[in-house]
C-alpha cells in the first residue's frame, strides 16, 4: 500500500447479516478483488480486515550455501582464468 487512506461507510443488511461495502479505488489501493480472501479481526475500537494471503512454502534445496562454498579456492573457482578488463571497459 502506498499511503494510509481512510474513508467512511455506511453498515448494511446483506440477508440476516450485515455487509460493508468497499470502493474500487480503496480495494485496489488494498490489492483486494472480486473473491480475495481477508481476515477480519475483532480489535480495540472497531474491526481490522487484512488480506489474508498464506504464507508460501519455501523451497527446501538439497545443499546449504556453506555446504556448496565449502573448501572452495581461487584455484577451485578458476579466479585465474577471469579476464582482465581493457583500460577501455572500466569506463571514465
Known amino acids: ?6 474513508f467512511t ?3 448494511q443488511p446483506w440477508g440476516n447479516s450485515l455487509g460493508l461495502r468497499i470502493t474500487r479505488p480503496l480495494g485496489d489501493m488494498a490489492r483486494l478483488k472480486k473473491g480475495s480472501k481477508v481476515t477480519i479481526e475483532v480489535v480495540e475500537g472497531g474491526l481490522l480486515v487484512k488480506s489474508h494471503t498464506p504464507a508460501k512454502k519455501r523451497l527446501q534445496l ?7 562454498v565449502s573448501g572452495l579456492t581461487p584455484s577451485r573457482a578458476h579466479a585465474d582464468e577471469l579476464p582482465i578488463p581493457l583500460s577501455g571497459e572500466l569506463g571514465p
Open 1 to 6: 500500500m502506498t499511503e494510509p487512506a481512510k
Open 9 to 11: 461507510t455506511t453498515i
Open 62 to 68: 538439497p545443499y546449504t550455501e556453506a555446504e556448496l
